[in-house]
């Protein structure tokens, strides 16, 4: 049985995304559907995580979204 994770640190999504850091944070700013950073504190320092399954179904949403621009 594999446990999936609950939610992901900033550099895990952009290795499940293969992209940068840089790249992560542009789509986080102009994608409305792009599930929304947890900060888990105040401070600045404080780390940011995302919810994994949101970051599959927006995953799945862009792939079906490309193969209907395709199609």
């Known amino acids: ?3 999936k994770p609950i939610r ?3 550099k895990t999504a952009c290795e499940l ?3 940068s850091r840089e790249s992560l944070r542009h ?3 102009t994608d409305a559907a792009f599930p929304r950073p947890i900060k888990t504190g105040d401070t600045k320092q404080a780390p ?3 919810d994994y399954a949101e970051l599959v179904e927006w995953h799945n949403s ?3 979204s ?3 621009m395709e199609a």
Do not use: E
């Open 66 to 68: 490309l193969s209907v």
């Open 62 to 64: 862009q792939k079906q």
């Open 27 to 29: 789509i986080v700013r």
């Open 48 to 50: 940011v995580y995302f």
């Open 8 to 10: 992901v640190q900033f």
């Open 17 to 19: 995304l293969d992209i």
């Open 1 to 3: 049985m594999t446990i």
